[in-house]
């Protein structure tokens, strides 16, 4: 059980957490829909059916929501959160959330899409940055202050100084 430092963090704002959102979406449409088309070929595309049948509920739901859960459990972060240098923690201790947060957390993203997603807008007005899926399940998204970004140095590189 890692804790985090505070004095090193600060909580992922909204914009930080719509770019994570973004790089998920993407990945994800990336996995499913190949794999949509492999079991139900084209005609997937141009049917009007909401599920075409236990496949397409495993594929388009069951997968995303396991895989984003094991994430969170196993590195505290989906591609996206890492790709933008944040994680998520448990509200009171900065430890990795368990199972049961990461399940909650999860279903808590369908309470707080449901009302025209303001429990998702509610991040960038609330004191500690948390969705209501965050206030839900007890967690937070924290950054290293100053973003992502970090400095790089090259051990081989020669250097110039009269440059």
Same mark, same amino acid.
């Given at each position: 059980m890692t804790v985090v430092d505070e004095a090193e963090y600060?909580?992922?704002?909204?914009?930080?957490?719509?770019?994570?959102a973004l790089i998920d979406t993407v990945l994800t449409i990336c996995l499913t829909l190949p794999l949509l088309r492999l079991v139900y070929g084209e005609g997937y595309w141009e049917s009007e059916? &909401?599920?075409?049948?236990?496949?397409d509920f495993l594929i388009s739901y069951v997968l995303p929501a396991v895989a984003v859960i094991a994430f969170w459990v196993a590195r505290g972060a989906t591609p996206g959160k890492m790709a933008v240098g944040a994680r998520v923690v448990d509200a009171r201790t900065g430890a990795?959330?368990?199972t049961g947060q990461s399940i909650g957390r999860y279903l808590g993203y369908y309470v707080s899409t449901i009302p025209l997603g303001l429990g998702l807008i509610w991040v960038a &007005?609330?004191?500690r940055k948390q969705g209501w899926h965050d206030k839900l399940a007890g967690t937070v998204v924290i950054r290293r202050k100053g973003g992502a970004a970090r400095p790089v140095s090259f051990e081989g590189a020669a250097r110039d100084t009269k440059s």
């Open positions: 600060e909580y992922a704002g909204f914009w930080a957490r719509v770019g994570a059916q &909401f599920l075409l049948g236990p496949a990795k959330p368990t &007005f609330d004191p």
